[in-house]
């Protein structure tokens, strides 16, 4: 997922008043009474209330297949499942609401039988009428976001309760991941068909009907998101009564909350402070190996950006190690691709090492050539993509480049690049599935949304050779064709690539069960406290 940190729309001002009165400690907690009771009330039980600050707040509402930003993505995963799940590390699939799935002879359908006894959060049974219907709004609904990934798709049907089959045009290799991405998670079967209505307006959009671990009443902007235990899941009753999730997009901040008691779990803790975080008491930190990348996207259309050897010298130009030593304190790798370290990823691709003499030579014969200024728009509050800003600034210098760091609103930022109105930002990406057939369509398919990660490069015959490797079967010429994708996508730099990153995070040491996988989803099923 095109990670942003806000990426929806909040002034800075009413995000930071809502901040400050947020800060002072909250009435839930482990061992705290539920609001509107009294710490005399024994008789009453004790509320597990989970407290969790974020680094973003959702911009896309809470219907899968029309997700399109981290934060509503980690809200899916725990309200919502699918037939497959990924496995924790990222490179598998496991059993979801299928308990059993097989292909026919020639690859072109697909069996799912569902698990008995599943029910949606209201108490009403799924049924395989709810898969059909959710999976036809994600590859054919006017407002899904990734039919793309459902091209092979020609029927889904339900022969009866139990039963789900899959009709495929032609064989297709990555089906099993995509049916354990977040954009294939089934709703209730007039629920889904109605997120397509112009009637299913913003309040309903943020309602949840699913069979994961917890569901949402409804959410309003700028307040903090209740999630409230499933007690109908078909996993088992969730430790936790209740998740409180409250967004705040400065990354010290967080820190500090966790670190005074006045939350149970921050994400996106800075490399620079997971050492020190874990000699404190009641406090632990620790970096999980997700598929993360971590780069600067060019707008293609604003000149001289349109110049590839302008592409190219800026990077050149971009010392990847220090970067890392620097912005990362040593806890990243050299991005040598466009894609993360998962399948297919070419380790052997050598990307743009540091060279500031071939930077300047290709600069010297480019459009750019007798320097410009570009304007580098950064999300507000993130340590990591401000200091890498400031040191591409420099950089960049080199080569005749004024660099105008722009310190936005993660709202403002998201609605520039979508409209064009940018010429470089700095982006991260991780990935939803293990298959780069997501990341190929996202990031490096041009002529329409999302535009090649919204850098509006365009490259008709790599279009055509990223169908070609979606719908190829065979491994080992699935391999060969992403490896010259890389390479084609690489040569044009749209991007600057600079690091494979690892998620962090930070929760008080009563807090067990925290896990980020593989994909960067934590679930909330598993956490429970210690005392």
């Known amino acids: 997922m095109f990670l942003e940190k806000a990426r929806w729309p909040l002034i800075a001002a009413a995000i930071a008043g809502l901040l400050l009165s947020a800060c002072a400690p909250t009435s839930t907690g482990t061992g705290s009474p539920t609001p509107g009771t ?3 009330a024994s008789a009453s039980p004790v509320s597990k209330v989970l407290r969790m ?6 911009f896309s509402p809470f219907v899968p297949w029309q997700i399109d930003d981290n934060p509503a993505l980690f809200i899916s995963v725990n309200v919502y499942d699918t037939l497959l799940r990924t ?4 490179t598998s699939v496991e059993a979801g609401l299928a308990t059993k799935w097989e292909s026919s002879a020639d690859g072109l359908t697909w069996t799912f039988t569902l698990k008995d006894g599943v029910k949606f959060s209201d108490g009403s049974a799924m049924k395989a009428s709810d898969v059909k219907a959710s999976l036809d709004m994600a590859r054919a609904g006017e407002k899904s976001a990734w039919k793309d990934v459902y091209v092979a798709i020609k029927e889904v049907s339900a022969p009866d309760d139990k039963t789900v089959k899959i009709a495929l045009k032609q064989p297709y290799a990555p089906l099993l991941s995509v049916l354990a991405m977040f954009s294939s998670a089934v709703l209730p079967e007039a629920m889904a068909k109605a997120t397509d209505t112009k009637d299913y307006d913003n309040t309903l959009a943020w309602k949840t009907k699913g069979t994961g671990a917890y569901y949402s ?5 700028g307040d903090p998101i209740i ?3 499933n007690t109908n899941y078909w996993r088992g009753t969730p430790a936790l009564d209740e998740v409180r999730i409250e967004y705040i997009p400065d990354d010290n901040t967080r820190v500090l909350k966790l670190q005074g008691g006045e939350t149970d779990v921050v994400d996106f803790v800075p490399f620079s402070q997971i050492a020190a975080l874990n000699t404190q008491p009641n406090v632990k930190a620790q970096t999980f190996t997700i598929q993360q990348t971590a780069f600067v996207g060019f707008n ?8 590839v050897k302008v592409r190219q010298a800026l990077n050149y130009a971009t010392d990847k190690e220090a970067i890392i030593k620097n912005v990362y304190f040593g806890q990243a790798k050299v991005m040598n691709s466009p894609i993360p370290q998962g399948t297919y990823w070419d380790k052997n691709l050598v990307g743009y090492p540091y060279d500031l003499e071939k930077a300047k030579a290709l600069m010297a014969s480019s459009s750019g050539a007798a320097g410009f200024k570009m304007d580098m728009q950064v999300r507000s509050g993130n340590t990591n993509m401000a200091n890498t800003a400031v040191i591409l600034k420099d950089a960049w210098a080199k080569l005749g480049v004024t660099v105008d760091i722009q310190t936005l609103d993660t709202a403002v930022v998201r609605t520039n690049y979508r409209a064009g109105d940018y010429m470089s930002t700095t982006q991260a990406w991780t990935n939803d599935m293990n298959d780069p057939t997501e990341i190929v369509n996202y990031a490096m398919r041009g002529g329409a949304s999302p535009f090649a990660y919204w850098t509006r490069y365009n490259n008709p015959d790599l279009n055509d050779k990223i169908t070609k490797a979606d719908l190829e079967q065979d491994a080992t010429k699935r391999a060969a064709l992403y490896a010259e994708i890389q390479k084609i996508y690489s040569d044009a730099a749209p991007i600057a690539p600079i690091a494979y990153l690892g998620a962090t995070a930070g929760w008080r040491s009563n ?7 593989g994909l960067s989803y934590y679930r909330f099923e598993d956490v429970k406290f210690n005392k």
Do not use: H, M, Q
């Open 511 to 517: 807090v067990d069960g925290f896990f980020i996988d």
């Open 227 to 229: 999630l409230k235990r």
């Open 38 to 40: 009294s710490a005399s």
């Open 300 to 307: 293609t259309s604003k000149p001289p950006l349109n110049d």
């Open 87 to 90: 496995t924790k590390d990222g």
């Open 53 to 58: 600050a974020r680094n973003a707040e959702p």
């Open 217 to 221: 009443e409804g959410w309003k902007k």
